[in-house]
């Protein structure tokens, strides 16, 4: 005969336990296992689980086997006495306050940490003595190994370090949680990291490090200044100098100009006087040779000037004309005709188409 054979009034049962069950468990703070009174499945009538939600039920029969429900109902069970327990199935969220531990470097850092978590095996979690503190134990003994492998510096904000995240530290406690037997019952949905705390004794020789530091920063900064307003003032002086420079430079080329221009003004006035000394000169000859000449044409008209009046004594006395024949006339014409010539410069004189009637042979006679 089946189980159900022997529950035939199973429905009745499980009728009147709808209407009666209380339909609460209440746990206590820190409490996932709630042990209730023993359950009796009787026979013909079987026995009636009531559940509420986020809570499931593990029933042990005498001879150690077990059955874990997560829904309430009729139960298919073998009469007898059974022991029920209740397992908090909600998600919790545990705050670990004050994890502390030292670290590589002998210093002490405190961790505040919140756990968000599960059960998810009934069947284990009721294996486990006080399993809430076992879970959170287990999370705090992977917190203190994961102080106890880093060095302060890495896990506290310190001046010229990279701490870790929080989103590392988490990660890394996760790991070990996950990686111990206590955890196989379990579900970690989460760890996040509330508070990080360094050792007083080493934050107060960071700070007097950074303070020391800061001062010596700072006195960095004031000498760079220094050097910088030092540089600005050398670059400025060398800027006056390079101005000097390109002034004198420019000087220089404007005297060079000058004294070009000058030389060039000297050389063309050197020339035109020259050629004024050249034309002065050219003047002064012409002038001389004018004079030359006058003096040549005054004493040539005397000359004719005594030779007509000779000429016309002669030609009154005619006892001088007898005297003077054609060849002596001859003569003296040709010789006035060559001082005339000689003092115009070799060519005609004015005079002598004029004055002067051109020399014919002629006799004494006529």
């Known amino acids: 005969m089946n189980t159900q054979s022997r529950h035939l009034l199973g429905p009745i049962t499980e009728f009147f336990g709808r209407h009666f069950w209380p339909g609460s468990v209440r746990f206590a703070e820190h409490e996932l296992v709630k042990s209730s009174e023993d359950m009796r499945v009787w026979p013909i009538f079987g026995a009636y689980l009531g559940l509420p939600p986020n809570v499931a039920a593990v029933v042990t ?53 919140e756990i968000i978590w599960q059960v998810r095996s009934p069947l284990q979690v009721i294996a486990i003595h006080r399993p809430w503190q076992a879970f959170t134990n287990e999370c705090r003994a992977a917190a203190i190994n994961f102080i106890q492998s880093h060095n302060h510096d890495t896990l506290i904000p310190a001046r010229q370090s990279t701490p870790l995240e929080d989103t590392e530290i988490s990660e890394a406690i996760q790991n070990q949680v996950r990686a111990s037997p206590t955890f196989n019952g379990f579900q970690l949905l989460g760890i996040k990291v509330l508070e990080r705390r360094g050792d007083p004794l080493r934050l107060d020789k960071i700070r007097a490090s950074n303070e020391q530091l800061t001062t010596y920063e700072q006195t960095i900064l004031v000498e760079n200044e220094k050097l910088k307003l030092e540089l600005q003032k050398v670059q400025q002086e060398l800027m006056l100098v390079q101005q000097g420079r390109d002034v004198d430079l420019e ?65 009154m006395n005619p006892g001088l004309q007898r005297t003077i024949d054609d060849s002596a006339m001859r003569t003296m014409m040709q010789l006035v005709q060559s001082m005339l010539q000689s003092s115009s410069g070799g060519d005609a004189h004015p005079l002598q188409g004029k004055f002067l009637p051109p020399v014919r042979p002629r006799s004494l006679d006529s």
């Open 61 to 113: 029969s005498r001879d150690g086997q077990q059955s874990q429900y997560r829904t309430g109902g009729l139960l298919n069970l073998p009469h007898g006495l059974y022991s029920l327990q209740y397992v908090d199935m909600r998600q919790q969220r545990t705050i670990l306050y004050d994890i502390h531990a030292d670290t590589l470097d002998a210093w002490q850092v405190t961790l505040t940490l």
């Open 251 to 315: 000087r220089a080329r404007t005297r060079m100009l000058v004294e070009r221009t000058e030389a060039e003004m000297q050389a063309e006035i050197f020339k035109i006087t020259l050629a004024m000394r050249e034309k002065t000169i050219e003047l002064e000859n012409a002038a001389r040779a004018q004079a030359l000449r006058q003096e040549q044409i005054i004493e040539g008209m005397k000359m004719i000037k005594d030779f007509a009046e000779m000429f016309v004594q002669m030609q």
